[in-house]
């Protein structure tokens, strides 16, 4: 039969062989679409690449920020102990500038006897 099939083309069934116009659209369609899919599927596969990449690179710019600010908040801590040891520094020169209860009164007495040796001695001279 299979010898008969190949010498006598004519003889088999056209519907096994052949598609009528709608079936065959729908194929070259189907056909259209599955390469297009495949176009798509790559694009997106290298897409993916890409994109974990710039995950990858978005990774490494966010720890170098973490890291930037772990610096900053570091030199603020600095500063402000600087500033605050500056400051202690400031009082302190500005306590030891200041003359005490006891600077004041020594001054006021030596001042005061001063010039009650002057009114004596003016009083006498005159």
Do not use: H
Not at 23 to 49: C, F, N, P, Y
Request: net charge negative.
């Amino acid at each position: 039969m299979l010898l008969g099939t190949f010498l006598f083309p004519c003889l088999s069934s056209a519907e096994d062989i052949c598609f009528d116009d709608a079936t065959a659209a729908r194929m070259v369609v189907a056909l259209d679409q599955a390469k297009i899919a495949e176009q798509q599927l790559v694009v997106a596969v290298g897409s993916e690449a890409e994109l974990l990449q710039q995950k990858e690179i978005l990774a490494g710019t966010v720890k170098l920020l973490q890291d930037q600010i772990a610096i900053y908040k570091n030199m603020q801590e600095m500063q402000a102990k600087f500033s605050d040891a500056k400051d202690k520094a400031c009082d302190a020169a500005v306590k030891a500038a200041t003359p005490t209860f006891w600077d004041n009164m020594t001054k006021y007495l030596v001042g005061g006897g001063i010039g009650a040796v002057l009114a004596v001695v003016a009083i006498l001279l005159l």
